[in-house]
């Protein structure tokens, strides 16, 4: 219909591995974009006629080079985007299974920090607010996310 936006629609994880300097806890992995000079969770544009837990996975790999495993659903971001489009971005919790970190066209580094850390250091606070929802996650009586 005229005049009404197309939604971006996007996916992504909170990628997070049990803490690998020995203490209890657990590490998340965090993008730094330099096109958008922001850290963030790795997150992308679905691609036509993918899923968005397709999309999510894929973009995990592409942007940390690390295979991982869908857990709970997190709280769907809404925002506008730079270019004023609104978007629509689905997170997941994921456990990082494997893989090595490679810098690539997105993303410059990659830094795995507790949880407190990552929070400070993300650029925005919805994206903060996702390392609150994963915790809850992963403490839900189910078990780990």
């Not at 939604?7 to 096109?35: F, M, Q, S, Y």
């Not at 958008?36 to 679905?46: A, I, N, R, V």
Request: proline share 6%; aromatic share 6%.
């Amino acid at each position: 219909m005229p005049g009404e936006e197309t939604t971006v629609l996007a996916a992504g994880c909170v990628l997070w591995r049990p803490d690998r300097a020995g203490r209890d806890g657990i590490e998340l992995a965090l993008v730094h974009r330099p096109k958008w000079s922001d850290w963030s969770h790795p997150k992308g544009k679905l691609k036509r006629g993918e899923t968005a837990r397709d999309a999510a996975l894929r973009e995990v790999l592409e942007e940390t080079g690390m295979a991982c495993e869908l857990g709970a659903e997190l709280p769907t971001a809404r925002y506008r985007d730079a270019q004023d489009r609104p978007k629509e971005v689905r997170y997941w919790a994921a456990e990082a299974l494997s893989g090595t970190f490679a810098p690539n066209s997105e993303v410059s580094h990659l830094r795995w920090l507790a949880p407190e850390e990552a929070r400070r250091l993300l650029t925005r606070e919805r994206d903060a607010e996702l390392v609150n929802d994963l915790l809850a996650a992963l403490a839900a009586p189910r078990g780990r996310a």
